[in-house]
């Protein structure tokens, strides 16, 4: 049975870069589809432009041993490679997979909304290839 993804609505918090305490919102923006990927979503002010880190993971708990593989075939450049991505950081302290890209924040929604979706949607056909690349690689990382 094929899974159908629903669209949702993210509420962008500013998180204080020094406390890391969110202290207001920013607004709420529409994501179509692949929300499953979104791990979480804040501003942070950075030498006074607003910039959205945005942390996209598996979406589902990988196995041991597919952790590191994902990490080792996982291309950010992929992502990076999208004109308005400045960073793209994996971060290797979490349980699953995560990384962290960072745009600016643009003043319109429906733009912005349309930055998050294709960060989403290249995030997701990177880790289907990945996911490909690694599927017989399980004795390589036991």
Known sequence: ???????????????????GFFESEVGSYNIPSMGEYLESIFVIDKEEEDMVHLRITTA???????????????????????????KVEPIEDDYDPLWEVTFKLLDNIEETEEQIQKILETHH?????VMQEIKDKEEEYK
Do not use: C, G, H
């Not at 049975?1 to 406390?19: C, D, G, Q, W, Y």
């Not at 041991?64 to 950010?76: K, L, M, P, V």
């Not at 056909?125 to 290839?129: C, F, N």
């Open 1 to 19: 049975m094929m899974k159908i993804m629903e669209p949702f609505a993210v509420i962008l918090m500013r998180k204080n870069s020094e406390t």
């Open 60 to 86: 589902t708990p990988v196995k041991d041993w597919e952790y590191s593989a994902i990490y080792d075939y996982y291309d950010e450049d992929r992502v990076s490679a999208l004109d308005f991505v400045i």
């Open 125 to 129: 056909i990177e880790l289907q290839e």
